[in-house]
């Protein structure tokens, strides 16, 4: 029995905390695992074959299961969304503004789309937000101004502002598609979906790495590099989609929402450990509030 036929055949929801945890566990590890592998491979051509190898993953897992699927007319938009905005623009810009900004800032930073949900929500659809979730906004976005300020980042070095902005952009985007997922009519399982959203990520990706980074030469290939790409695509990101899928409908949103925070704690902290980045105080009173503003405004939500 493979992890995933295991992690599908636990229906009760106690048994799922421990699949969770090893899911947030390999999410956070991956941003280091990241970092490592741009140091070997053009970051569009890595978001590519993340996307791709997680695709071919997990259409041979589907089809062996015989739950594999053809997208209906009315799951278009939001393959489209996830696909387009969430995996292909999120990643493809997060791996860029890698290449000029630490991991334990873009981890922290890429992770700020439950902020920019409930802004998003307020502008875009009306939802006026109660006092309780602007307060979490506040506290949230002042620890995001904290780290971007000039206390902790170097607005001199060069490609600093389009980092930070890659990764912020990246988070918006992030936000309107968890927008769009609450509203949207599910007529297929996410999972069945998550390759065809895949597929429709790696074709751009491609494209736009072909046309901004060309063929791919001088690639280190080595055992270490392979072994950061399986884990990069085929475990931290299909593997781990699986055990959403599955488990993540099995606790309330709410508990979802802080199980989740603990990817951007384990990036920081792998970052630390993995890549030698040092933690200013200025960035940890940040990483504080951020934290703080996206409890909050889940347990607003939550009661709301």
Do not use: K
Request: contains cysteine; aromatic residues 8%; hydrophobic residues 55%.
């Amino acid at each position: 029995m493979t992890c995933c036929d295991a992690a599908l055949s636990r229906p009760s929801p106690s048994a799922s905390w421990p699949w969770l945890g090893a899911m947030v566990l390999l999410w956070g590890l991956s941003w280091p695992a990241t970092q490592m592998a741009l140091g070997e491979m053009p970051p569009l051509w890595l978001a590519t074959f993340r996307f791709g190898s997680a695709a071919i993953c997990l259409l041979a897992f589907l089809a062996l299961r015989g739950r594999l699927v053809l997208p209906v007319r009315a799951d278009l938009p939001i393959i489209a969304s996830i696909g387009l905005l969430q995996m292909m623009t999120f990643t493809g810009l997060g791996m860029i503004a890698m290449t000029q900004t630490d991991t334990s800032h873009s981890v922290l930073l890429a992770y700020t789309t439950p902020l920019w949900s409930t802004l998003l929500a307020w502008l875009a659809l009306g939802e006026r937000p109660r006092r309780a979730q602007l307060g979490a906004l506040a506290i949230g976005l002042a620890g995001v101004a904290l780290i971007c300020s000039p206390l902790e980042t170097d607005w001199q070095r060069p490609g600093a502002f389009m980092g930070a902005g890659f990764l912020l952009t990246g988070a918006v985007c992030w936000s309107a598609v968890i927008l769009h997922v609450r509203r949207h009519r599910w007529q297929t399982p996410p999972l069945a979906l998550a390759p065809w959203q895949m597929l429709l990520a790696t074709l751009p990706l491609g494209a736009i790495a072909l046309l901004r980074e060309g063929v791919p030469q001088g690639i280190g290939w080595s055992l270490p590099l392979v072994e950061l790409l399986v884990f990069i695509g085929p475990v931290a990101t299909s593997a781990c989609f699986v055990i959403s899928a599955e488990h993540g409908r099995r606790i309330s949103s709410f508990a979802m929402a802080n199980v989740t925070l603990g990817v951007p704690v384990i990036g920081v902290a792998g970052s630390v450990a993995f890549l030698g980045n040092q933690l200013s105080p200025v960035f940890l009173a940040g990483l504080a509030l951020v934290m703080a503003g996206i409890v909050l405004t889940a347990r607003a939500a939550a009661s709301r």
